[in-house]
């Protein structure tokens, strides 16, 4: 059974950073990549950050060179560390992995930055 939880949200002030987390169980780690995307009240879910099976990274303009994305082998753990936050970076955020075929999401965790 899949199962990705989410971790590290909160309420953090306009200019600090927080890391996500994705902890990952039941997929298998070089076959998987990962992606966190994000929901804002009232608008559609966005692709954050995604990260390949082999590594290769790719952003939304949004947060390019404020968020990077990144992986834990031996932690079976995808992160996305994220700095110089905006009020509009405000939303739900989802870890999200597509690993033999499928797509499997995690439960989400609440990001608010405030001005």
């Known amino acids: 059974q899949v199962q990705l939880v989410e971790s590290g949200g909160g309420l953090v002030q306009a200019g600090g950073s927080l890391r996500l987390s994705c902890a990952a169980s039941?997929?298998?780690?070089?076959?998987?990549?990962v992606a966190w995307y994000r929901q804002a009240p009232g608008k559609q879910r966005e692709l954050v950050a995604a990260i390949s099976s082999s590594g290769n990274t790719n952003y939304a303009d949004a947060v390019k060179g404020r968020f990077t994305i990144s992986r834990d082998k031996a932690k079976y753990t995808w992160y996305l560390q994220m700095n110089s936050l905006k009020p509009e970076d405000t939303a739900a955020y989802y870890c999200?992995?597509?690993?033999?075929?499928?797509?499997?999401w995690g439960q989400g965790t609440q990001v608010t930055v405030s001005s």
């Open positions: 039941g997929i298998w780690f070089s076959d998987s990549a």
């Open positions: 999200n992995a597509h690993s033999g075929g499928r797509d499997y």
